[in-house]
């Protein structure tokens, strides 16, 4: 059956320091979105990619999926308290299935 | 987007004893969902909501410790039933907003002791 692995589980840096979670499938995905949950909060959904070798931008946070369509990874470049919580990858047409996440954790 | 709320919001049940977890949405939708979230685990879904009809078990979970309701298109429940302390996780609702795209409500904190 289909495997997705999320790496890292876990990621501490320093504040300014850059942060990737990367998403990796045995199988061809149709699609891939991020999700963002805070300590002690919901799920919130970033952003979803379709196509083949995409790449989308919001302000630090760079996505990206790749030629394959089997994996994808988040980027934050010059990393900022408010960035801190624990990233999902999630994959399906209407029911998700998701990553095991990568939590994020920050030195001021 | 669609604004969701739960009830309640979090709650410390016996053992045995049965939680029923409401799901509001502010606007009409085809599809809720349940997923439950153990403590520092990712998400896994229970089950499909279907208005009119049966709800959608996923593997794993069965209708007998998770019946589930949908009277209408705004409104969900699920029940938590005969609860054991293996219960003991957030239960989010969410609705598709797109294809792909969910939003969740804020979730049920439930402990089971």
């Known amino acids: 059956g289909q495997q997705v692995m999320q790496i890292p589980q876990y990621q501490h840096v320093q504040e300014g320091e850059d942060f990737t979670t990367y998403c990796n499938s045995s199988?061809?995905?149709?699609?891939i979105q991020w999700y963002k949950q805070r300590p002690g909060g919901h799920p919130v959904f970033l952003i979803q990619l379709v196509k083949s070798g995409e790449v989308k931008k919001q302000k630090r946070l760079t996505f990206q999926f790749g030629e394959a369509k089997k994996n994808s990874s988040l980027h934050i470049t010059a990393t900022q308290t408010t960035d801190v919580g624990t990233y999902f990858c999630?994959?399906?047409?209407?029911?998700?299935?998701f990553g095991q996440g990568t939590r994020l954790t920050i030195n001021p | 987007s669609a604004v969701i709320s739960q009830k309640p919001s979090r709650d410390i049940c016996q053992r045995g004893t049965s939680l029923t977890i409401q799901c509001q949405v502010d606007?009409?939708?085809?599809?809720m969902f349940w997923y439950r979230q153990q403590p520092g685990q990712s998400l896994t879904l229970i089950a499909t909501?279907?208005?009119?009809?049966?709800?959608?078990?996923e593997s794993g979970f069965v209708i007998d410790k998770f019946p589930i309701s949908r009277p209408n298109l705004t409104f969900s429940t699920l029940t938590v039933s005969n609860m054991s302390p293996e219960d003991s996780s957030i239960y989010l609702c969410s609705v598709a907003s797109g294809p792909g795209e969910q939003y969740f409500g804020p979730g049920t904190r439930l402990t089971v002791t």
């Open positions: 606007s009409q939708v085809t599809m």
């Open positions: 199988t061809t995905l149709s699609n």
């Open positions: 999630a994959w399906g047409a209407q029911k998700l299935v």
């Open positions: 909501a279907n208005q009119g009809s049966e709800a959608t078990y």
